[in-house]
């Protein structure tokens, strides 16, 4: 019964911007018959969920080939050798998201390839599966960037839908 009321309220509880690591909820379930509150602790995410907007692959690809926008992969160099990459994307490994967006902006060309983005840039996150671009919005949020986007999907999604095209 727990499970399900939890199923049954999870996607309003993931829009909602304020809810936080560590954050108790009581859930409440009531009809004809019986009542009851259920008490559910979040360990899944630190980041608020209103720091970036989840995007499936119609709109990563619209996003995508829209030039002013950047796109990064947060997988580490070997998943793009071994798996492959995104076209368009640039990588900075997960692990480096914090000490990458904190760089003069010379330093971070020189390292990474592409000019810096600054606060106001459209930045879209994607690793593998969406947890790691999810983990790396939420970096650049607390860094000041405020348009966000995560391909919740990933290269998992992108290698399917693109298979064979």
């Known amino acids: 019964m727990q499970a399900n009321l939890f199923r049954r309220f999870l996607p309003a509880l993931v829009s909602c911007s304020s809810i936080k690591r560590g954050t108790f909820l009581t859930l409440k379930q009531e009809n004809l018959n019986f009542a009851y509150n259920t008490r559910v602790q979040l360990f899944q995410s630190s980041v608020p969920m209103s720091a970036c907007k989840n995007v499936g692959f119609a709109e990563f690809k619209e996003l995508l080939e829209n030039p ?22 640039h990588n900075i490994p997960l692990g480096e998201v914090t000490q990458a967006l904190q760089l003069e902006p010379s330093a971070f060309e020189a390292k ?3 000019p810096k983005p600054s606060p106001d840039s459209n930045l879209i996150f994607s690793c593998r599966s969406g947890k790691r671009s999810l983990n790396a ?11 966000l986007w995560n391909y919740s999907g990933g290269f998992l999604d992108w290698s399917e839908q693109t298979k064979g095209k």
């Open 68 to 89: 002013q926008n950047i796109v990064i992969d947060v997988r580490e160099k070997q998943e793009l050798v071994d798996d492959g990459r995104i076209e368009k994307t």
């Open 112 to 114: 990474y390839g592409f």
């Open 137 to 147: 919005c939420g970096i650049a949020e607390k860094q000041g960037f405020k348009n």
